[in-house]
Structure formats: C-alpha cells, structure tokens
C-alpha cells in the first residue's frame, strides 16, 4: 500500500525517510517514510512488537537507525540528539522518574535542565491539573504507577514544547485521569502544538487523533487522516485487523 508521506500542507514537525531499525536478524522498523505536521495528534497503532517504540526511541535519539533518515522540529537527530531532546517533550516507554527525587524535586530538576524562569508555579499548576498535590513531597519511589505517569506527562509538558513524543500515555491512568490528558493533549494540538503518541488502544486515536499511522511487522501498512472517508465508512477496529492480517481476531488489539 502506498504510504501518504506528508499527511498535510503544515510545517513539518517530524520527517521520516526509508528508515530501518534491525537487531540481529529481525527487522523492528523496515523502510518506513512519513512525516507529521504542525497542530496534528498523530497515533502510531500497532500490535505488540510491531515497532512502535524502536520508532519513538530513533525519533528522539535514543537508539540509532540502520538506515535512513529523521528530522524532528528541524533539527536531524543523528547529527543533534541532544538538541531534539532539548526541544521536544519525551515519555518513554515504561520510564519511571528517579526514585530517590521527591515528585517536586524531579519537576524542579527537569524544569532547570530546561532552563526555566519561575518555574514553581508551572509545577504547581501540573500538581493541580493532574489531581497529585498531595503527593508532591513523597519519593519517586513510593508513588503508585499512575502517579508516576501522572509525573512523567508533567514533565513532558512543563516546558510547553512546540512537539511531545509520548509513548503510551494514558497507561496505568484511571478514567477520570485518561479523559482529562485527553482532552488536554485534543487542547494542545488545537492551540498549535504538536503531540505524536503511540498506543494500542483504537478508541484512544479514534477519539483524540487528527491522523494515524498503523504499523504492521515493522512495515507502516497504513497512514491518513481519521476523518478520512475510508475510515470514516469503516468499523475503524475491522479495519485494523484486516491491515494487521488477523480479521476478525479482536484480541490482538
Ligand atoms: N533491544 C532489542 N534487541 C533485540 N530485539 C529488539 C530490541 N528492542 C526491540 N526488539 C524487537 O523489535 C521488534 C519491535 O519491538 P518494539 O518494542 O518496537 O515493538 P512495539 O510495537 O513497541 O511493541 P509493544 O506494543 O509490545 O510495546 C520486536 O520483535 C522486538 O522483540
């Protein structure tokens, strides 16, 4: 299927060219292109050990491709790592803050790292808007997972970056919390941000997303826009499947 590398007209804020990743003789990422324009939510779908982290750990300079290139806010990650993860708000996958910091120390940290000004209130702000005040003042260590997450997307965002790159982000968060960083992340890209996330969850993209890509086997068998007209006349799950080779098999997803 051909690939709709460019998805709009905007500036682009990421660009992938024919990337690779291999480890040994698996190809995580194979020849992938497309690219991510200003004010979209892009969604990188997939099934389990399709590629979807290896493609966010290249994004953002954290592992190097085999081949191929990426430019993210402009800057090209292979020549300026360190400069994309300057810019660019970052959650990995599974990261957990220092667990020796207490959850104000790690934002303060994060907030000097970024060379902000008057940076309490900003903390402040994410204490409150994500409803863990209380625990501003416990180790990393002793928070519980969602509030650890709750951590590391406060931390993405306390810099108010033109481009977020988060894997996952509503893992471990209870409902109240994941409609409140959805409609935060729906907010942010209509004020002009940026935010590509991965996630296994179609109902997460179907609801947030401006665009999507579906990555298969380390192939992206699928990108577009979600008010694309195929999507829109399609069970978006079925539609899925059928692009992931398992119809009808709902457990993948
Ligand atoms: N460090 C590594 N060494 C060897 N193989 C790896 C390594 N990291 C990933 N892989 C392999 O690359 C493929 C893609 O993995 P990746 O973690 O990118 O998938 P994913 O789509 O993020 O999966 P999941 O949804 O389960 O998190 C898998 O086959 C995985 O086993």
């Not at 200003?38 to 099934?47: A, Q, S």
């Not at 994410?126 to 501003?136: A, C, M, R, T, Y």
């Not at 409902?175 to 907010?187: I, N, S």
């Amino acid at each position: 299927m051909p690939v709709n590398v460019g998805l709009s007209g905007a500036l682009k804020m990421i660009e992938v060219r024919n990337l690779s990743k291999s480890y040994g003789s698996t190809k995580a990422v194979n020849d992938i292109s497309f690219s991510v324009g200003k004010g979209e939510l892009f969604g990188l779908l997939g099934p389990n050990g399709s590629g979807k982290t290896t493609i966010i750990k290249m994004l953002t300079g954290q592992i190097k491709p085999t081949s191929g290139s990426i430019r993210v806010l402009g800057v090209d990650v292979l020549e300026d790592p360190v400069r994309v993860r300057k810019l660019a708000g970052i959650v990995p996958e599974q990261e957990t803050p220092p667990s020796f910091l207490t959850a104000e120390e790690y934002l303060y940290f994060v907030a000097n790292i970024r060379k902000m000004e008057n940076y309490e209130k900003a903390c402040e702000k994410w204490f409150e808007f994500l409803d863990f005040g209380d625990q501003k003042n416990s180790l990393c260590k002793d928070l519980s997972r969602g509030t650890r997450q709750k951590l590391m997307f406060a931390q993405a965002f306390l810099h108010e970056p033109e481009l977020a790159i988060i894997d996952e982000p509503l893992i471990n968060l209870d409902p109240v919390m994941q409609r409140k960083v959805k409609d935060f992340l729906a907010g942010y890209v209509k004020s002009g941000g940026t935010v590509f996330i991965s996630t296994h969850i179609l109902e997460i993209a179907k609801q947030i997303c401006t665009s999507i890509g579906i990555i298969y086997k380390g192939k992206l068998v699928y990108t577009g826009h979600l008010d694309d007209l195929t999507l829109q006349e399609r069970n978006f799950e079925e539609f899925f499947l059928e692009l992931v080779g398992q119809p009808g098999n709902s457990a993948l997803v």
